[in-house]
């Protein structure tokens, strides 16, 4: 059974930091381009962050660029979100998932949500 | 950047009736799209993707059609457990986009 479980979420104030971690099983996590995806509370998905099976080649939304840094380790089948410089407007549940190789987000986590308030 | 501009934002419909959904695209993506379906308090599940392939183990009430910079989710017989928010997202460039969403609710 796939599975893809994140954690690291909180609250946190302005300009602070914060790691999440995505961690997998069921599925050879070294054969798929993962990504980040947040929403914000009442509002549509939002895409943030996409890694290369090797870890190559990084994309991100203009929005969080120079902030985050999305990062995996295929030795622990997991996935990875720096987010530095943290601001209100990054408030929103944050899901890793897997991109198939057709195409779409196939696998998904059940969300960590990021709270940035003082 | 590619744009979407889904349609409608909120769909009211009755159980048995059919249903669809527009996705329109500000460039070609040929047929790189997916359709998801989100339920409150849960992650998004992915319906279909190359515009009209259905993922394994969803109902052949939902289908998908288009290519280029027009498609369409079409629900034939829309069930209550359809009842829910629906968005497109095109994965033919980077940044990934999706649509705004679309919510399907009971009339």
């Known amino acids: 059974e796939v599975q893809l479980v994140e954690s690291g979420g909180g609250l946190v104030q302005p300009g602070g930091s914060l790691k999440l971690s995505c961690e997998t099983s069921?599925?050879?996590?070294?054969?798929?381009?993962m990504t980040w995806v947040r929403q914000a509370p009442g509002k549509g998905l939002e895409w943030v962050a996409h890694?290369?099976?090797?870890?190559?080649?990084?994309y991100y939304v203009d929005s969080v660029k120079g902030r985050f840094t999305v990062s995996r380790d295929n030795a622990k089948n997991s996935l990875y979100l720096q987010m530095n410089s943290l601001r209100a407007e990054d408030t929103a549940v944050y899901y890793c998932?897997?991109?198939?190789?057709?195409?779409?987000?196939?696998?998904w986590g059940q969300g960590t949500l990021i709270t940035v308030s003082s | 950047v590619i744009w979407m501009t889904q349609s409608p934002s909120l769909l009211s419909a009755s159980t048995g009736d059919r249903v669809s959904i527009s996705c329109r695209m500000s460039?070609?993506?040929?047929?790189?799209l997916a359709w998801y379906q989100q339920k409150p308090g849960k992650a998004p599940e992915l319906l279909i993707y190359?515009?009209?392939t259905l993922l394994s183990g969803v109902p052949s009430r939902f289908s998908g059609s288009g290519s280029g910079t027009d498609f369409t989710l079409t629900i034939s017989y829309l069930q209550s457990e359809d009842f829910a928010t629906y968005y497109c997202?095109?994965?033919?460039?980077?940044?990934?986009?999706f649509g705004h969403g679309t919510k399907v609710e009971i009339k």
């Open positions: 997202q095109q994965y033919y460039s980077f940044p990934r986009t």
């Open positions: 460039q070609d993506i040929s047929s790189y």
């Open positions: 190359r515009a009209s």
């Open positions: 069921g599925f050879t996590f070294s054969n798929y381009w």
């Open positions: 890694i290369k099976q090797d870890g190559s080649e990084k």
């Open positions: 998932a897997t991109e198939g190789g057709w195409g779409g987000f196939d696998y």
